[in-house]
């Protein structure tokens, strides 16, 4: 009996593991064709129908450089130190950017920005 209760367990966490992709996790599964320009992502990202949406978002609002380092925060403001004209995506949901006129920074943006029903937020 517990290996069947375990195996169901298993099977549930890993179900709802997929099923969630689409509705408020980390973009970088359910969104594809990621671009930034002058700090602004733009995806397509599945909806909760596996329909295609259009979406951008001002990482503006989602991202903050602070003590020399990008970081998620839902005040953002990393444009008033680093160049947005300069950040790139580097392996998948990593942004790259110059900062204080000559320092790279970094950040995993899959950590900052979700998916929910093909619209990209904070």
């Known amino acids: 009996m517990q290996l069947t209760l375990s195996s169901l367990f298993t099977a549930l966490a890993l179900a709802l593991s997929l099923a969630g992709s689409a509705f408020g996790d980390s973009y970088g599964d359910s969104c594809h064709n990621q671009r930034i320009s002058r700090g602004v992502l733009h ?7 596996d ?19 990008l970081g998620c925060d839902g005040h953002g403001g990393f444009a008033d130190d680093c160049d947005v004209n300069t950040c790139l995506l580097v392996g998948g949901t990593t942004m790259n950017c110059i900062c204080e006129q000559r320092y790279p ?18």
């Not at 950040?107 to 904070?122: E, F, P, S, T």
């Open 43 to 49: 995806a397509e990202c599945l909806d909760r129908d």
């Open 105 to 122: 920074a970094v950040v995993n943006l899959g950590r900052c920005i979700q998916n929910d029903n093909g619209q990209l937020g904070c």
């Open 51 to 69: 329909g295609r949406v259009q979406t951008q978002l001002d990482l503006n609002n989602c991202v903050a450089f602070q003590s020399g380092r």
